[in-house]
């Protein structure tokens, strides 16, 4: 696993470079302790006395990067193996002598073997992993300097639909670029994720919380947010949460936590989001399986927190097949380990229903890609599928009403090929507009919604607007992730006004400001909806007539 480590050594040299940064622009960061960049146009400085900060549990020391003070890996939680696993996060136990941060935490524990057996996609994503141990609750903070600015902060949680991942599996994920260029603190983080942050014992024995512990671990790291970004010139009363794919979701899930109140006031969701949690009638019994599958009694939960966590996940998976026909019969698509609608640590009913619940007041930021699936990426041969062939392509999805839904998107997207046709079916926006119009219903806060298309010139231009694609758009990091863009100025063009615009709706609510065209709120009248592209364009309901056909 020294993938990481190559990537983040070559990024040290990279990033600057690769967005323009000058050597005047560097000349202006902070003078700390001797560290303002020389004659030589020294870039990294790291050694005793160089930015070290405190926090409530002990001092810690980074590195400044090009003028960006760099915290990587530092505990906001105690480990949670042992007696640990299964419950609610502790914070970790104090440090006397100067913790040195300059290197990720682990990630939570998940299945590494064959991780990058795809070629493709490790080439495309660039996964960096590390170490897995269940002593993973570590925050990473980039800041433009350690003073009382009170810079507005943003937190930003990984993808990996709640099983895998963590917060540097993407070169993209980092934070330099986007501290600078909007002078913020940017902060990412590692959590339980899978069947040891999600696994719901209640029914067994075990605490009330087992089910959504993974989240709270979340709120844990959003109060040490709290308590301690202010020591890295961060205002812990600006907060924004940010995520991706299954970090959307694990964005919309925090909105719907009592625990998590007060502790951040914007968000952004980003191809994912979900509108309620796992079925607790589902969740118990699945959490009662395991125990079966583990050869214990229901009570026996110390036993269970002995076992490896290797071995425990292989448990909880078997138990999810074990359990495939009481979630159809539940009517659960997707079985398995996330966030658990307890009607205690998270709402038990529909996300946004509550028009006085606290996140009413929490504007948002809604994003899907044109693309998330692109079936011919990697097969050119299907970019001259036929529309009848698309028809049968979708029928394991849709069934009967594959016929009606190809030929409503033909339709409305008559300039598109049958293989874009198909694309745009498999990711269609159903679930983004859906969140949109729960939350703007809460008549509390602004929602704007997004729809990226921006085609990357890579892969004979078979890539499209991808899952994960926009990510590095938003953060500055188009040259940073090279295997999503290609670089160069045709990306960054469209970067820096995506990347602008978030920061304005960081600081003040509201995206506009950043370079795009006027953005306006959505309605579910008029479903506005900006299309990000190299000429981007706000857009009525853009897919609004193919969309009806999914109903």
Same mark, same amino acid.
């Not at 050594?9 to 323009?20: H, R, Y």
């Given at each position: ?268 969701? =980003?191809? *994912?989001?979900? $509108?309620?949690? /796992? ?7 699945? !959490? &009662? #399986?395991?125990? +079966? ?88 041969? =299907?970019? *001259?599928?036929? $529309?009848?062939? /698309? ?7 849709? !069934? &009967? #009403?594959?016929? +009606? ?88 063009? =469209? ?57």
């Amino acid at each position: 696993m020294k993938s990481s480590r190559r990537n983040f050594i070559q990024s040290l040299g990279v990033v600057g470079a690769g967005l323009g940064i000058s050597s005047e622009t560097l000349a202006h960061a902070k003078d700390i302790k001797g560290t303002k960049p020389n004659s030589d146009d020294q870039q990294l400085f790291v050694g005793d006395n160089i930015a070290i900060t405190n926090t409530e549990h002990g001092k810690v020391r980074g590195f400044i990067l090009r003028g960006i003070n760099t915290f990587l890996g530092i505990p906001y939680g105690a480990d949670t193996s042992g007696k640990n696993r299964f419950m609610p996060p502790q914070k970790p136990s104090a440090w006397t002598e100067i913790k040195p941060t300059l290197w990720w935490g682990n990630s939570a524990p998940q299945i590494m073997e064959k991780r990058y057996a795809n070629t493709y996609a490790s080439f495309v994503d660039h996964w960096n992993y590390d170490d897995v141990s269940e002593d993973c609750l570590k925050i990473n903070v980039w800041t433009p300097a350690l003073d009382a600015q009170k810079r507005p902060v943003l937190v930003w949680l990984h993808g990996g639909g709640f099983v895998n991942g963590n917060a540097i599996e993407q070169d993209g994920y980092h934070g330099e670029n986007i501290s600078r260029l909007g002078n913020i603190v940017f902060c990412s983080l590692n959590h339980r994720l899978g069947a040891l942050g999600y696994s719901h014992l209640k029914a067994a024995g075990g605490h009330p919380a087992s089910g959504n512990v993974g989240n709270l671990d979340m709120v844990l790291a959003l109060e040490w947010v709290k308590n301690n970004i202010v020591n890295f010139g961060g205002d812990p009363n600006n907060v924004t949460i940010m995520g991706q794919s299954g970090g959307g979701s694990k964005v919309t899930t925090l909105m719907n936590m009592p625990s998590a109140k007060g502790l951040f006031h914007k968000a952004v969701v =980003l191809s *994912g989001g979900s $509108l309620t949690g /796992v079925n607790k009638e589902y969740a118990e019994k699945l !959490g &009662q #399986k395991v125990m +079966e599958e583990a050869g214990l009694k229901n009570g026996e939960i110390e036993k269970l927190q002995q076992i490896p966590w290797r071995e425990y996940i292989d448990i909880a998976d078997r138990s999810v097949v074990k359990m495939s026909e009481e979630a159809k019969r539940l009517n659960i698509a997707r079985g398995g380990f996330s966030p658990v609608a307890d009607g205690e640590y998270m709402n038990g009913g529909a996300f946004f229903a509550d028009s006085n619940h606290f996140s009413a007041d929490v504007p948002v930021i809604i994003c899907s890609t044109f693309n998330e699936q692109s079936p011919s990426r990697t097969d050119a041969k =299907l970019e *001259g599928i036929t $529309l009848a062939e /698309v028809e049968e392509k979708i029928k394991p999805r849709f !069934g &009967q #009403k594959s016929s +009606e839904i190809v030929e409503a998107y033909a339709k409305n997207f008559p300039k598109a090929r049958p293989v874009e046709i198909w694309s745009m079916i498999l990711s269609n926006r159903k679930n983004a507009v859906a969140i949109a119009d729960a939350k703007v219903s809460q008549k509390k806060a602004p929602v704007y919604l997004a729809w990226f298309g921006w085609q990357p010139p890579l892969f004979d231009g078979r890539m499209r607007a991808f899952h994960c694609d926009d990510i590095c758009f938003w953060f500055y990091n188009t040259d940073l992730m090279l295997t999503h863009t290609g670089g160069g100025k045709r990306p960054r063009a =469209l970067s820096e006004k995506m990347s602008k615009s978030l920061l304005s709706f960081i600081k003040t609510s509201n995206p506009n400001g950043g370079g795009l065209p006027t953005w306006k709120p959505y309605t579910t009248q008029n479903g506005e909806t900006m299309i990000l592209d190299d000429n981007s364009v706000l857009a009525n309901n853009p897919d609004g007539e193919a969309r009806k056909s999914l109903a």
